[in-house]
Structures are given as C-alpha cells and as structure tokens.
C-alpha cells in the first residue's frame, strides 16, 4: 500500500489530513520534527512526503534541502500557512514538487497527491472538465462558457471544480463548505450562497438549480427544459 508521510507540527492538521487520504486508500504516518522527516524518508518507505515549514526542530525549507542533497527524489508536497510569493519560490526552488497555502480544501490535496504519485505510464486523468457549454482547464486554472473565457477567482474557480467534478448531484452548502473552503469554516456561515452567486453572474445562472433548503446542482443548460 502506497505510504504517505505527513510532516505536521499541528496534531489537529495531521489527524484530517491522515484521516482523508486512509479513506482514499493510502497508509500514512505522522511526525513533528524535521530530523524524523528526513530519517524516515531516509528509510526508503516513504512513497510522499506532505511538509509543514514550521516544524518543531529546524525549517521545513531545510529539511528539503537535505533530502534533495542526499539524492532522495520522494515527491515532496508543502503544505503550508506561508503563502507568500517568496516563499513559494523558495519552496519550488528547494525541491518541493508541488506548494499549497492553508487554508486548504482536501478534495485539492488529494488530487494533488495523485497527481505526484502516478507512475509517467499511467494513462493522465483528463485535466479538462466538461459537462453542457461549460469547460474547466485545470492545469491553465481557465474556464469557458461555450466560447467565451470566463475570469475567476481562486475561490470561484474551485466551487466550479467542485461542480463539475459532481455534475447533476445535489450538493450540500455543507459539503460545498467542507470541499471548498477545507476542514476549518464556519456552517452558519452564507458564504456559499454568495459564491454562487458570483458564479452565477460570470458563468450563467442558467447552469445552476437551487434546491430549496438544501443546496445546489450543476445542470446541463444546452439541454434544460428539452
């Protein structure tokens, strides 16, 4: 089973990330210190290393440095509350395969972890999602409507993802919360209702049902009322 070690120094962080990628099928391992990341790694089990910066030792930019140093190519995904453009660069430049700033949605991570682990032969998982007129390039982050290119925000492109990623289910403003905007949100909060909202003024509103005291669903406009 594929072996993922998580470098967290938050044991509430630790506990979700560990506890999604066992349901999605991965063994995992958890430690606080950055000496006990690189001897683990060290240890040739290690399949992906998810890497906090701030560990209880010394800097997770260090502890990349080591590894790369030592020759160990384990994809390395930083997970972390540095989000700004310097550290992403160094970060990137140290040897991390992939950078991702908390808050963080673990639909996102996951995709992510896959994404590092799948072997060069494996056929690619598509990176555009399609369903009516709408068009999500995921590696572009560009969406379009029929033709037209239409400009989202971080946020507003990933409740599209989620969208499409689940066309014609009924989703939750829960699980629209929970997949969105990751495992620390508030479920009193209207957020969703206003995101969609953007959504719908950018994409269409024709794209969007609501479902009355429950959520939203992703339709097929092109073919609505045929």
């Known amino acids: 089973m594929t072996h993922i070690l998580i470098a967290e120094d938050e044991e509430r962080i630790a506990a979700f990330v560990a506890k999604g990628l066992r349901a999605a099928g991965f063994a995992t ?4 210190s950055g000496e ?31 590894l ?14 540095r989000s700004s453009v310097t550290d992403t660069v160094t970060g990137l430049e140290s040897g991390a395969d992939d950078y ?7 639909e996102e991570l996951l995709a992510r972890v896959r994404l590092r682990l799948r072997a060069p032969s494996t056929p690619s998982e598509a990176s555009v999602l399609r369903h009516g007129a709408l068009q999500l390039d995921l590696r572009t982050r560009r969406m379009r409507v029929g033709s ?11 409740l599209a993802e989620t969208f499409l990623r689940h066309p014609g289910d009924v989703l939750t403003r829960e699980r629209l919360l929970s997949d969105v905007w990751g495992f620390d949100f508030d479920p009193g909060s209207n957020v969703v209702d206003v995101y969609v909202r953007y959504l719908r003024r950018k994409v269409g509103a024709e794209h969007f049902d609501t479902v009355r005291g429950v959520g939203y669903r992703l339709i097929d406009a092109t073919t609505a009322g045929v």
């Open 29 to 32: 391992s958890a430690v606080t």
């Open 148 to 158: 037209q290119e239409v400009d989202l925000s971080a946020r507003e492109f990933a």
């Open 36 to 66: 006990e990341t690189i001897a683990r790694v060290g240890a040739g089990d290690v399949d992906l290393l998810i890497l906090d910066l701030g560990l209880v030792d010394i800097d997770g930019f260090e502890v990349l440095r080591r």
């Open 68 to 81: 790369r140093a030592d020759g160990r190519t384990v994809p390395v995904i930083v997970l972390t509350a």
């Open 100 to 106: 991702m700033a908390k808050p963080f949605r673990f």
